[in-house]
């Protein structure tokens, strides 16, 4: 079998029945990564001789146990480096924090583990996971940027070094970085993963989120992964849909499925946009297209001020303590970040909670919202590329999908994305499906 061109699914398969073992499978990743890592630099720590020690231990199992069971058994998964692990230095993408090895896995990463997932290594993040661009390049291109802040989670699934990533997004970076590398991204509801163990930048407004090559994978590595944990105050104790079942159940009905003329829709570059008007014209009718809300320019400005005043304080020992050892571009953006009120803050809060009852009763009227992942294809090396198709969407908790279905003016993606109510996150893959399946596009 191509390993390459199968699903996550389709590779457990095989390796319940004895076609491939869990060590071919990593040997093919293991030789992937090592054919083009030179040039993407997707990885700050990866151990091949690690990931085959795992890949025996699952072959020497024996049958029918539990973790022969375990939906994701000898897949390949790279994690972000902000998630701990015990096996891995987690460094935060500062040199702040070069060597440091937690003590405790982070909840994802234990839900990894049990899953039968072989952990590959830790992804390059940039730093803090903000805005100061990190080593990585775009494997279609290596004189582009991938995006952040999940830079190598997003370049090892477009490179192929790896089938599964975890990224994280506060504010685009899960969505951009999978639109500007052309694979599938996902940021779940807010609270359906847990974030305990992880960076923590905005305790309000942080996500876990995935990526993969297609829909089948991200609904499996998301299913994998969530569930409730009482120790992150934005998980929620109620039950979790599971996205695989959902994505392969038929529907009778196409979902109805709005796109707004967005208050940035002037930044879009000449290409994306008509990109957007060609993927409009050719859904032909089946997405009702609306003026932009007055109310989203402030939803966008709340969601500014939240992240200014959260990040400087969850960041308070490193800005405190450490200022000279942090880039000189997040300590220029730290500085105004600094002279955010706690009036402001507070009034944040409250549009933040506006908004959430604004796109509540949009999903009342609608299945889903169709709207740009990105302003454009991906910048050259030096910048991540502005996030802010995404902010709405990490302001408000609400799942998004990244669809990596246009391409600009030199060849690189460019992806839209998808958003669904609050906890629809099921839902939502199934939308996802039928608006590709039924347009003829690529899944």
């Not at 009342?364 to 969407?393: H, K, N, R, V």
Request: some cysteine.
């Amino acid at each position: 079998m191509s390993i390459d061109k199968q699903t996550v699914a389709a590779t457990i398969t095989a390796i319940t029945n004895g076609s491939v073992s869990c060590t071919d499978v990593v040997n093919h990743y293991n030789g992937k990564i090592a054919s083009s890592e030179s040039s993407i630099s997707a990885w700050e720590h990866q151990d091949p001789a690690f990931a085959l020690k795992q890949a025996k231990q699952l072959d020497n199992q024996k049958p029918n146990t539990q973790n022969t069971a375990a939906p994701l058994r000898g897949i390949p998964v790279g994690l972000k480096d902000i998630f701990d692990t015990i096996d891995f230095p987690t460094e935060y993408g500062s040199p702040l924090h070069k060597g440091r090895q937690p003590q405790q896995d982070a909840a994802v990463t234990e839900k990894l583990k049990a899953s039968g997932a072989v952990l590959m290594g830790k992804t390059v993040t940039t730093e803090f996971a903000f805005l100061n661009p990190s080593r990585t390049c775009n494997p279609h291109n290596t004189d582009h940027s991938p995006g952040g802040s999940s830079s190598g989670s997003a370049a090892a699934v477009a490179a192929g070094h790896i089938p599964l990533a975890l990224g994280s997004q506060t504010g685009g970076s899960v969505i951009r970085p999978a639109s500007f590398c052309g694979v599938f991204g996902f940021k779940p509801s807010r609270g359906l993963v847990s974030r305990r163990g992880v960076l923590e930048t905005s305790t309000t407004l942080d996500h876990v989120g995935v990526f993969a090559q297609n829909l089948d994978d991200i609904a499996a590595l998301t299913d994998a992964i969530s569930g409730y944990d009482p120790a992150d105050n934005a998980s929620y104790d109620q039950p979790r849909p599971s996205l695989v079942e959902q994505l392969h159940t038929k529907q009778s009905n196409p979902p109805s499925i709005v796109w707004f003329d967005m208050p940035y829709s002037d930044r879009y570059s000449d290409d994306a946009n008509v990109a957007f008007e060609d993927l409009l014209t050719k859904l032909n009718g089946s997405v009702i297209r609306k003026e932009t809300p007055a109310e989203f320019s402030d939803y966008l400005d709340a969601h500014k001020a939240i992240y200014d005043y959260e990040i400087v304080r969850a960041l308070d020992n490193e800005i405190t303590n450490h200022w000279d050892s942090i880039s000189a571009i997040a300590r220029q953006i730290f500085e105004v970040s600094k002279n955010r009120s706690e009036a402001e803050y507070r009034e944040a809060l409250q549009v933040r909670k506006a908004a959430i009852v604004w796109f509540s009763k949009l999903f009342e009227q609608y299945d889903a919202m169709l709207t740009p992942s990105a302003l454009a294809e991906a910048p050259l090396m030096g910048s991540t590329g502005d996030p802010i198709c995404c902010t709405l969407f990490s302001l408000t908790g609400l799942p998004s999908v990244n669809l990596p279905i246009l391409k600009g003016k030199s060849g690189l993606p460019i992806g839209v994305q998808l958003v669904s109510a609050y906890k629809n996150d099921h839902l939502l893959m199934s939308y996802a499906r039928q608006l590709l399946a039924n347009r003829g596009l690529s899944i």
